[in-house]
């Protein structure tokens, strides 16, 4: 199935594919503070419509995550970094995928803070 993602001006927008049944709420000092539903996906299934200009990134702790914010509205749709067998991956803020019924998902708690 195809979603669309972005932020709240249009600035970072992205569809990426995925049967999405789940998502992670992390307790980490960033991913508590900002609200975040988070869903993992290899790289290869996103495909970006990003303004150069507007993409900030942020990183914290280890620096493996780069943490992706609009530089003009402030939302965070998307973080990237490696998984653990070595794929390039992308974390979706679920919350930024409109048309997605966030009630009908399974949350699963991850402890974060903790690493």
Known sequence: MSHVASCHCGALAFTFEGEIDQ????????????????WFTPKSAVRFQVDPAALRTY??????????????????????????????????????????DLAALKVVAHDGASR
Do not use: K, M
Not at 23 to 38: E, F, H, I, M
Not at 81 to 100: H, S, Y
């Open 59 to 100: 990183t914290f702790n280890t620096h493996r995550l780069q943490h992706h914010f609009c530089g003009i509205c402030g939302v965070a749709p998307f973080s990237e970094g490696i998984a653990p067998d070595g794929t390039e991956t992308v974390a979706v803020n679920l919350r930024c995928v409109p048309a997605l």
């Open 23 to 38: 998502a992670l709420d992390c307790n980490c000092s960033l991913c508590r503070r900002r609200g975040v539903l988070l």
